[in-house]
Each structure stands twice: as structure tokens, then as C-alpha cells.
């Protein structure tokens, strides 16, 4: 890979990255789904830059739908779901912003380490784009474990779906069929949950998941 | 057709003979043709033994489409098979003829007959099988259908208890054994046995696959601390069906760890022998000290069994321990003594638990405390367990005594091993061999003297009635077996020694040619015994004592009151009893051992109650080990009881935290 489209590469995935730590530096609804949004933008951009390098012309369509609909619609159609609710406009938080960035760089330092241990021998870029890769959905998954707020359990799990595509993006030879089926796996999550969250609004007045807890009787 | 074609032919019919069992539907003589066609079956499976065991049909084998499809199911015939299913046919054959008369009194035949041919069946197929998966799969069909025969008698509380707990152990030894064939395999998948002798296997993995063979085997077998569903299980099950457990199989269970451990794994280090060796000694000391506490007969009967079985690891144990310093003809001695006392523990017990069904018939009491006097009342029957029980206490000039005896001659030729440990291990192991011999004798004493001879404790056993005549003859054909097995131990020896030659390469020396059927393990001038000049001896001079007491003594018939002591009128219970008998054993071994305990409650002074003595004996491994892990188990599932209440965040970090683990974790293995 030549050194200008290897540069590039490597830019959009640490900036992918980059935007995950926005992500859990935020503490309001409204710019949570902003930079959900940029992080959707920055996904988009970098498989688009995969296709461009790979000729692989079957990444734009990925490009193309995380741009449409992870960028745009799902984004909207949260904020909607928001505004229409009432719900809480501030996100609330296991522990602090800062122990939570704490262990994301601790995240994704282990997940660099492990992943140029691991892939010794491959492809550079796949190595630091599986690295990469691997500390986005990590990142994720801490989001999810450290917001109490459903609509913020749900940016995280998509970021982290966000962080498998990009894995898939930089791996070359990934059939087109696996990238819309998880895109779809994700449009899918989206509607049940937004549905979901339809209920619990109508059940429990509060899509905080601890007034469930609380409904279903468990002391925490 | 060859060998092994019969022999599967012969498997299959029994197989099938259980589902065509069902369409008797119990009725008349349905259960006599089941059994009649089960015993015509093995006799056709000892016969093909026999004939194996002279060298015909050795090394055929057969490949079934069935099972995996790149694999298919093998089977073969060798002569460690043909030995096995001379003990199968003949044992199997003889409880059928048994069980003819026998089962006539079973109160729900239905339950027994689909599954006892099946059974039978099965255990063929343990022993034909020539590659892991057919055998895993006959052996859990074995145990699945040796669970139903236990299960027999439902509606009692301890055959469900004892179903339960069988089939625990069953799952675990299966596991064990499971995990043994993959080690064997190895990472290439060498699943068929003749791949496995190939395949060369490093020293802690050839030790790992010995010690689990330990656990999948002897948990079938009944090794200690592994034996707790036997004394539970074995006599559950209808008396022809615990003739069968007994004396078959836990004996295929012996040959699942002879397969393994002296034909498939290769050399196994020689440190791994004396635990082998220990193991064997301290279960025979346990199982004997056991049984002499029990006080129903068939649970004593299977303590004992136990106690046949740690002398048979035992001797396999030895034949390890010199096979690994290369000493040929020592191996082939102590294999040879635990081959020739596995045919032996087949007849005697089978025959002890053929007695014991027929007092259980004739009385319905299995408490030795409530028998006493059937040598009036059942004078056949008692003279064939009186046999039995004096082979199992290894008495000259029957089986037991030549089977043990080669055991100790084993034992005896420790000095020549080159380890220190192995020098000083075998002769305790031997001293606790001995203590077990005498034990069992005792044992047996008590067993015969309180349940055959005095008088009759109870109502029950003072009008038993003698069993009927297809009963009796089975039992005569086993006691047969044990007399002439005791007179001519060197054609035993000489039949067993392809197996022997098979599995170790070397053999004892030829017998036959010996004056008056001696044998010589070694050399004449260490050691010989002739069971025909003892039986000559004790002929002899029992026939010129009798002569002589006629002769000399007055020879007026008189019968006088058993245990007359100056109290003929005495009430029956001023005999010794079970309980009273083996309280000086029990004082001396009992105490630390078995933790047993003797409480006396008095009626206080003005009370006309009676005085309590009670008496309580546990198992030390029942206690000691299992009841610890159920409790283990039990605060773990209460503690872990809670992960069902907890939060969807906290559910999410339980996986993102074993996520992280997993990844830390390959991140510093490598």
C-alpha cells in the first residue's frame, strides 16, 4: 500500500477512535447523538476510503448505508424519540466521565497490544485497523455498561457495531451480503428497541432502566 | 463367517430379543423362552470365546456403516476379547439358566425382560468394539440399561435412591472415559484402537490417560473412593440382575482398563504403579471391612464385590509396576492371577448372589438377622453357597485360593523391582492383601454361620422351602465351576496365556506338563501348589473321619437342639448375630475407619422399657467425600442463585468483564 493511502487509512481509523472517546466524554442527550453521528460520518468516510484503495466498489454501498442511516436517520429518528418522550436530557452516568475515559485508554491500549501480538505477520494496515477496531468496540461495549440511560445504552451499542464494520472494511475480500446483513442487524436492533422504549415509556412513564429494576422489585 | 461376525450376529439377536420381549407381554412362559433364548445366546458367545482363546478366529475383524460416516463402527476379535467373552458367555449363560426358575417369581417380569438380553447384548458389544466411539456408546447403553434393571423394584425408596445416585456415577465415569479415548486419540483423531497403538504418547499424558481410565473404569468397577453406588445399586436390582452386575460386569468394567492401560496406551511409568497398587489394596481392606458390617445379605455380597475388585487392581497394579522394569515373567505372573481371579469372582459370586436370591425367594428377607437354620430347611441350596463362600474365602483346594495364591507369589518377587519404592510399597500393599483374605474369610464365616446355620430367627426362614430344580442346577453347574477351577488351576492358566502373551508379550510357563496339575509360576524350587493333591488330601481325610466317627462312635442317630448350651428352650435371638459377630472386628477397624459408633440408652431406674443399643457405620469416602461436594455444590448454586436478579447494566458488565478477562488472559499466554 503506497504511503499516502496508507496515511489516510490509518487517519480515519484513529479518528473513528477518537470520536468513540468524544463519545463518552459527553454528558447531554442532544450532543451524544451529534457526535454519534460524526462518528457514523468518520465510519462512513473511512470504508469509503477502503473501496477506494481496496477497488473494492462494493464498500461505497457499506459507506453509502452507514452514511444514510447511521449518520442521518437513526440519529434523527433518536432525537425525535427524545424530544416526543420528554426524556431526561442528561446523561447519567455509572461513574465518572473521568474513571470512564481512564479505562477506555486502558481499553484500548490492551486491545493494541494484544492485537499487534496476535496478527504478527499480517497486512500492517489490517493490524493497526483490527487494533483499531477492536478498542471502538470496546469502548462500546463500556458505554453501554456505564450509561443507566436506555437511549445512551443504545449509541453505545451502535457505536460498537460501528467498530465491527470497520474491522470488516479493512479486511480484504469481506463479501458485500455480510456487510448489509449486519447493517440491517442494526436497523433491526434499532426499531425493536425504539419500540421497546415506546412500551416502557407507556408502562412506566421513565425509560431509565433502573425504574425497571425497581418495578420488578430488585434492591440495588 | 468369522469370529467376530458371529459374535456381532450373536450381540444383535440379544439387542433385539429385548424389544421382542415386550410382545410376551409377561404372560406365561414368555419370561422362560427370553431367558432360555439369553442363555443359548451366551453360551454361543463363551463357545466363540473358547474357541478364540485356542486360536481360531483371532485378529478378524469388522467395519459396520454405522456411526460416524468417515469412520464407520469396528469391531474386532482378539484374544483379551475371547477371554472376556468366555467370562460374559459363561456367567451370562448361567444367571439366564437361573433366571428361568428365578423369574418365574418376579412380580412385574415386563420390567426385567426387555432389558436383561439387551444388557447381555451390550456388554458383547463393550468387548468386541474396536474404535472409541462404538465403544463409549455400548458402554453408556450398558450402563443406561443396567439403570433400568436397577430400577426394577420403583416403588421403593432405596432403589430410587440407588437409581439416582448410579446414574451420576455412570455419567461421570462415562466423562472420565470420554476424556481418556481423546488424550489416546490425540490431536490427529486416531479414534480406531489400531491407530491409538501407534500413536506414541508422552509420559504425563500416559499417566493423565491412566488416571482417568481409573475414574471411568473404576467408578464402573467399583474402585474406592468410586464405589458408593455399588453396594446401592447392585442389590436393588433383581437377584439374577445382581448375579449379573456383579459378576459380569464390573468385569467388563476390568476390561475397559485392560484394554486401555495394557494394550492401547504403551509404557506408562513405573511411578504410576504403586498408586494403582494402593488404590487396589485399600479398596479390597475397605470393601471386606464393609461387607463384614452389613447385615443385609446382598449388600454384603456386594461389599465384597468391592473388595474381589481392589484385589484385581491390585494385581493389575503389580503386572504394571514389573512391566514397566521390563521384568516379563513377574508381569505375566500377576496378569495372569488378576485374569484367572476375574473368572473366578464371575463364578463364585454370581453363585453367592444366585444364593442369595433364593433365600430371598424362599423367606423374602434379605437381613441376616432374620434368617438362620436354612441348612434344614434348603439343604441343597445351602450346600452350593457353602461352596461358594469358601472359594471367596480363598480356601484350598477351590478357585479362590489359586487365583490369590498367584497374587502373592506376585507380590513375593517385589524384591527383585530395581525402585527402592516399588520394593517397599508391593509388600504393604501385600500385608494389606493378606488382612483383606482374612477378612473376607471372616466374613463369610459370619454370613454362612448367622444366615444358615443355628436356628431360625424368624417365622419366615423356619418355613422356607428348597427352590426349585432349574435354580438349584445352576448354582450346582457354578459350584462345579469353582471346584474344578481350584483342581486344575494349570488349564486355566494354560488357556488364559494368549491373553497374556497378547498384552505382555511373555507368558508363564506351559502347565500342563506338570505331575498330579501342578502349577509352578516360577521355578519348582520357589514355589508350587496342587488344588489335586490338596482336594485328594481333604477328600481323603474327611472320608476317614467320617468312617471313623461311624465306625468308633456310637452309632445311634441322635437329634439334639442346635446351640443346646444348657437353654433348649431359649428363644432364637440368644444366638449370635450379624451385629454381634462382627463387633470385634468392628471395635478394632471400625472405630477410625468407618467412624462407626455404639450408643446405649438405659431406661431410667422405674422404667420397664427396654435398654437401645444402637449402632451406626458410615462409608468414610460416602461421608468424607460426597456429602462434602453436595454440600460444595449446593452453597455455589445457592451463592450464585443471585446472577438471576440482577440489573441489565450489571448483565452487560458481566460480559464486558469476562470479555476483558478473556482478552488479558491471551494477551499474557502468549
Redesign the interface.
Known amino acids: 500500500m503506497p504511503g499516502i493511502a496508507f496515511d489516510t487509512a490509518h487517519l480515519l481509523s484513529g479518528g473513528l477512535l477518537l470520536v468513540s472517546f468524544m463519545m463518552i466524554y459527553q454528558d447531554r442527550m442532544f450532543s451524544l447523538l451529534r457526535i454519534f453521528a460524526l462518528h457514523a460520518v468518520v465510519l462512513s468516510l473511512s470504508v469509503a476510503w477502503q473501496a477506494y484503495i481496496q477497488g473494492a466498489p462494493h464498500l461505497y454501498v457499506t459507506a453509502a448505508i452507514a452514511l444514510i442511516f447511521k449518520a442521518i436517520i437513526i440519529p434523527s429518528a433518536l432525537r425525535r424519540i427524545v424530544v416526543q418522550l420528554g426524556i431526561h436530557r442528561e446523561v447519567e452516568t455509572v461513574v465518572g466521565i473521568g474513571v470512564t475515559m481512564l479505562a477506555g485508554i486502558g481499553l484500548s491500549a490492551l486491545s493494541i497490544v494484544l492485537m499487534l501480538d496476535v496478527t504478527q505477520g499480517a497486512d500492517p494496515y489490517a493490524r493497526e485497523d483490527l487494533a483499531f477496531a477492536l478498542s471502538v468496540v470496546l469502548l462500546g461495549l463500556l458505554m453501554m455498561v456505564t450509561r443507566r440511560n436506555a437511549v445512551s445504552q443504545i449509541v453505545g451499542f451502535m457505536s460498537l457495531e460501528n467498530g465491527m464494520i470497520l474491522a470488516a472494511a479493512g479486511a480484504k475480500g469481506m463479501p458485500l451480503v455480510v456487510e448489509i446483513s449486519v447493517a440491517f442487524s442494526v436497523m433491526v436492533a434499532f426499531i425493536v428497541i425504539g419500540v421497546f422504549l415506546f412500551r416502557i415509556r407507556e408502562r412506566f412513564d421513565s425509560v431509565d432502566v433502573s425504574v425497571m429494576d425497581q418495578h420488578r422489585g430488585d434492591q440495588r | 463367517m468369522s469370529a467376530v461376525d458371529l459374535c456381532l450376529l450373536t450381540a444383535g439377536l440379544l439387542l433385539g430379543l429385548g424389544p421382542l420381549a415386550l410382545l410376551g407381554q409377561g404372560r406365561g412362559r414368555s419370561s422362560a423362552v427370553v431367558y432360555s433364548a439369553s442363555g443359548l445366546l451366551c453360551a454361543v458367545l463363551a463357545l466363540s470365546g473358547l474357541a478364540g482363546l485356542g486360536g481360531l478366529g483371532i485378529g478378524t475383524s469388522r467395519v459396520l456403516p454405522l456411526g460416524l460416516p468417515w469412520m464407520g463402527a469396528h469391531f474386532a476379535f482378539d484374544a483379551l476379547t475371547a477371554f472376556f467373552l468366555v467370562v460374559l458367555g459363561f456367567g451370562g449363560g448361567i444367571i439366564s439358566l437361573y433366571a428361568i426358575g428365578y423369574g418365574r417369581h418376579e412380580h412385574a417380569p415386563m420390567r426385567v425382560l426387555p432389558f436383561y438380553p439387551a444388557f447381555l447384548g451390550a456388554m458383547a458389544l463393550v468387548l468386541l468394539a474396536a474404535d472409541a466411539f462404538s465403544f463409549l456408546l455400548s458402554w453408556e447403553v450398558m450402563s443406561l440399561l443396567s439403570w433400568a434393571l436397577v430400577l426394577t423394584h420403583h416403588q421403593e425408596e432405596d432403589a430410587r435412591k440407588a437409581g439416582y445416585v448410579y446414574l451420576v456415577m455412570a455419567g461421570f465415569g462415562t466423562m472420565s472415559l470420554l476424556l481418556a479415548f481423546g488424550l489416546l486419540a490425540g490431536p490427529d483423531g486416531a479414534y480406531q484402537f489400531d491407530a491409538m497403538r501407534g500413536t506414541a504418547h508422552p509420559p504425563l499424558m500416559a499417566v493423565a490417560i491412566l488416571g482417568l481410565m481409573l475414574l471411568g473404569a473404576g467408578s464402573k468397577a467399583g474402585l474406592a473412593p468410586l464405589h458408593v453406588w455399588l453396594p446401592l445399586a447392585h442389590p436393588a436390582a433383581p437377584s439374577h440382575v445382581s448375579a449379573l452386575m456383579s459378576g459380569v460386569m464390573t468385569k467388563v468394567a476390568l476390561y475397559g482398563f485392560i484394554r486401555v492401560v495394557f494394550d492401547l496406551l504403551g509404557p506408562v511409568a513405573w511411578w504410576a504403579s504403586p498408586v494403582v497398587i494402593l488404590l487396589g489394596a485399600g479398596t479390597a481392606v475397605l470393601g471386606i471391612l464393609l461387607a463384614m458390617m452389613e447385615r443385609d445379605l446382598k449388600r454384603a455380597l456386594a461389599y465384597s464385590t468391592i473388595e474381589n475388585i481392589g484385589v484385581i487392581f491390585a494385581a493389575l497394579g503389580l503386572a504394571m509396576a514389573f512391566r514397566a522394569n521390563g521384568m516379563t515373567a513377574a508381569a505375566a505372573l500377576a496378569f495372569t492371577a488378576a485374569l484367572f481371579h476375574i473368572f473366578n469372582h464371575m463364578a463364585f459370586k454370581s453363585l453367592l448372589f444366585m444364593g442369595a436370591g433364593s433365600v430371598l425367594n424362599a423367606t423374602g428377607l434379605r437381613d441376616l438377622d432374620g434368617l438362620g437354620g436354612l441348612i434344614h430347611r434348603m439343604p441343597v441350596t445351602s450346600f452350593l453357597v457353602l461352596v461358594g463362600a469358601m472359594a471367596i474365602s480363598a480356601l484350598p483346594p477351590l478357585n479362590g485360593f489359586a487365583s490369590e495364591w498367584l497374587i502373592f507369589q506376585a507380590v513375593l518377587l517385589s524384591p527383585d523391582a530395581p525402585q527402592a519404592a516399588v520394593q517397599m510399597i508391593i509388600p504393604a500393599a501385600g500385608g494389606l492383601l493378606a488382612l483383606a483374605a482374612a477378612l473376607a474369610a471372616a466374613c463369610f464365616v459370619r454370613i454362612y454361620g448367622v444366615g444358615f446355620l443355628g436356628r431360625p430367627h424368624s417365622e419366615a426362614a423356619a418355613n422356607a422351602q428348597e427352590v426349585d430344580r432349574v435354580s438349584l442346577t445352576a448354582m450346582a453347574l457354578l459350584a462345579a465351576t469353582c471346584l474344578l477351577a481350584g483342581i486344575f488351576p494349570g488349564t486355566v492358566i494354560d488357556a488364559m496365556a494368549p491373553v497374556v502373551d497378547a498384552m505382555l508379550s511373555g507368558r508363564l510357563p506351559v502347565q500342563a506338563d506338570e505331575t498330579w496339575f501342578t502349577i509352578i509360576p516360577i521355578a519348582e524350587s520357589r514355589s508350587s501348589y496342587s488344588g489335586m493333591l490338596v482336594f485328594v488330601f481333604v477328600a481323603l481325610s474327611a472320608s476317614a473321619a467320617a468312617w471313623a466317627v461311624h465306625r468308633f462312635a456310637s452309632d445311634r442317630l441322635r437329634r439334639a437342639p442346635a446351640w443346646d448350651c444348657g437353654f433348649p428352650d431359649a428363644s432364637p435371638l440368644t444366638q449370635y448375630s450379624a451385629g454381634g459377630f462382627a463387633q470385634p472386628i468392628r471395635r478394632v477397624y471400625g472405630t477410625d475407619l468407618l467412624g462407626a459408633r455404639e450408643t446405649v440408652t438405659m431406661p431410667p431406674p422405674g422404667d420397664t422399657g427396654p435398654a437401645r443399643h444402637e449402632l451406626l457405620v458410615g462409608d468414610p469416602s460416602w461421608n468424607g467425600i460426597y456429602l462434602r461436594l453436595a454440600l460444595a455444590v449446593t452453597y455455589v448454586t445457592t451463592r450464585m442463585n443471585r446472577l438471576q ?1 440482577l ?3 450489571r448483565y ?2 458481566l ?2 468483564m469476562s ?2 478477562v478473556l ?2 488472559g ?2 499474557l499466554w ?1
Request: charged share 15%.
Open positions: 436478579f440489573t441489565i447494566r452487560l458488565t460480559v464486558f470479555l476483558i482478552l488479558v491471551l494477551m502468549r
